[in-house]
């Protein structure tokens, strides 16, 4: 059992870790998330005591760390780190035996163990044991890296964002290969990552940090239906795509866009085009004194005509479609899809045109729905 | 005069010379590498006081040869401790300056790793940095043995032996042949070492480490 009581530490006058309780039960997983900066690293690592805690402390099974000589006491926990930290100089047979070395355990000892660990992840010892890391992929060297954690048979094991460096395809599959591993070895595993989606994935409990104080501990459910924060809500809907609740319901008027010119049916070409000019916009909407659509027109239209002295009345398109804004987004677009129509006029119950559907802007909205503001893509 | 009259009239004389030449050569590199290797890895633990220091040791580095030995010459007189203390100190810069640029760019996530894995500060010295330091420190053991069998030259000016002697008598007496017989083993001396040198770092270097990471 692994408890924060009461920690802080602070960087100058900067406060990165605000008064943390947190109790983690033997065999659990708890993933602390939460965006960058937010201490969840820190939290980790005051921990093995690579950084030192400045106030409270930590109890592991009711001792204090602070009283561990810190060698000692990284001996008897695993580590695991995003830049995987295989050295480069030792085989991996070497590498995975630096702890139980350090430990002074037997030879023979240590040849079974490597034997035992290859073999939990299915990597042949004659195949492996004597490559070097830059021998083998990211991702072997990954498993590594965690089979190196385990050497010394911790109780504990500590994970800062180790899947953070591999490709989305690896990075699942060590994913599921740990939760199988913990399954089977019921190890205390605490798990450092800013992905949401993954910390649904792994975790027993979620712990969400922001700017060093604990959220909200809870499991991925609980926090998923009942997030005890907006900014626990907010960082979900970013970063979870199996966000279920929206995008169900979605109108007109929730993907359209209302950035449109509107001119009446008396306009003269020479007033529409400078129109359109201070708008940045090569099309406009042609409405009644009531706002009620009567048709679209566009900067080539008029332009066909050569000379400028017609009205809106008779340069305009009537053929477009239009659709209520209180009708279902499934519609529009269905309808934006089958048609040969490069959008879609929005009008209200009461007949008033009110904004335009293309394209473009539907997928965009959906986008923004269903992964969050997209603003920085486009 | 060809090759095999020089050799017949010199080849005792040059023997005795290149003997001369490599115990400078070794004596020297073998001291200033003990004492660059241990300041570098004292420095390596202060990176920010050696930001400062190594230029400025740098900067005694541009002291032309010459004079230094006829510095030390006035206060020690002609014994080989002169030349070998010149040449050792002239050695000492490139092998303290790779060795702690060898050192200090160990990767950052190694050096955590190891501390993650409870190994203590020694510990981590000599199995992580000073392993991963290896080929940056060959380069610069090799360097100064390089630089040393040029500078041991020097020696002949204040009559000390090596193949300098036959460099300064060919200039005294205006004799090229002698230039060149002093000349050339030198040049052959310093590529020599280079290679073994070479060998040496192929032989100890894991298959880990080699080729471009």
């Excluded at chain 1, 810190?70 to 930290?85: A, F, K, P, T």
């Excluded at chain 2, 501390?115 to 290896?134: D, H, T, V, W």
Aim: net charge neutral.
């Amino acid at each position: 059992m692994i408890t924060y009581k009461n920690v802080c530490k602070k960087y100058d006058d900067v406060t990165v870790v605000k008064n943390l309780n947190l109790t983690v039960h033997d065999g659990e997983f708890v993933v602390f998330v939460g965006p960058s900066g937010c201490g969840k690293t820190t939290s980790l690592k005051m921990i093995n005591r690579l950084i030192e805690m400045d106030e409270g402390t930590i109890y592991i099974d009711d001792q204090d760390v602070n009283k561990i000589d810190g060698d000692q006491l990284r001996r008897g926990i695993g580590y695991v780190i995003q830049q995987i930290g295989l050295f480069p100089n030792l085989t991996i047979k070497e590498n995975i035996l630096v702890v139980p070395r350090l430990l002074k355990w037997s030879e023979e000892k240590c040849e079974a163990r490597v034997h035992e660990l290859l073999e939990l992840v299915g990597m042949p010892y004659e195949e492996n044991a004597h490559k070097y890391p830059k021998e083998m992929s990211g991702g072997q060297q990954q498993r590594i890296g965690v089979l190196r954690a385990l050497a010394g048979e911790p109780p504990i094991i500590l994970m800062d964002e180790p899947f953070g460096a591999l490709d989305p395809v690896t990075r699942e599959n060590l994913q599921d290969e740990l939760k199988i591993l913990q399954k089977k070895l019921h190890k205390t595993i605490i798990f450092v990552t800013h992905d949401m989606d993954e910390a649904i994935k792994m975790a027993d409990r979620i712990a969400f940090m922001y700017d060093g104080k604990l959220l909200q501990v809870a499991s991925p459910e609980d926090m998923l239906r009942n997030p005890a924060d907006p900014i626990i809500k907010s960082f979900m809907s970013k970063h979870v795509s199996t966000l279920e609740n929206q995008s169900l319901d979605l109108k007109c008027k929730d993907v359209m866009s209302t950035d449109i010119l509107l001119i009446t049916e008396q306009k003269k070409a020479m007033e529409i085009m400078s129109l359109m000019k201070q708008k940045e916009m090569n099309w406009a909407i042609v409405v009644d004194e009531e706002k009620t659509f009567k048709g679209t027109i566009s900067l080539q239209n008029i332009k066909k005509q050569g000379e400028l002295t017609g009205v809106a009345q008779d340069l305009m398109d009537t053929k477009a479609e239009t659709i209520l804004l209180t009708a279902d987004a499934k519609e529009a677009f269905n309808r934006l899809m089958k048609s040969r129509a490069k959008f879609l006029v929005v009008v209200s119950e009461n007949g008033k045109t009110v904004g335009i559907i293309t394209k473009s802007i539907i997928t965009e909205k959906l986008a923004n729905v269903v992964w969050g503001d997209l603003d920085w893509v486009l | 005069m060809g090759v095999v009259d020089f050799l017949n009239r010199y080849g005792d004389h040059l023997m005795r010379a290149i003997f001369v030449h490599l115990q400078y050569v070794f004596i020297s590199v073998g001291a200033g590498f003990i004492i660059a290797f241990i300041a570098a890895v004292l420095l390596s633990r202060v990176p920010r006081f050696s930001k400062v220091v190594i230029p400025v040791l740098g900067i005694f580095q541009t002291v032309p040869g010459l004079v230094f030995i006829g510095v030390l010459f006035i206060y020690l007189g002609m014994k080989p401790i002169t030349v070998i203390i010149a040449l050792s100190i002239y050695a000492i810069f490139p092998i303290l300056k790779n060795t702690y640029t060898g050192i200090i760019n160990v990767d950052d996530g190694l050096i955590e790793a190891a501390r993650g894995c409870g190994m203590s500060n020694f510990q981590i010295l000599y199995k992580i940095e000073i392993p991963n330091a290896m080929s940056s420190i060959f380069s610069g053991v090799r360097m100064s043995t390089i630089y040393t069998v040029s500078w041991a030259v020097l020696a002949a000016m204040i009559g000390l032996g090596g193949l300098g002697e036959f460099i300064y008598r060919g200039i005294e007496t205006n004799n090229n042949v002698l230039i060149i017989g002093g000349a050339v083993p030198a040049a052959i001396l310093a590529m020599t070492l280079g290679y073994g040198l070479d060998l040496i770092e192929k032989k100890v270097t894991p298959r880990g480490l080699k080729g471009g990471r």
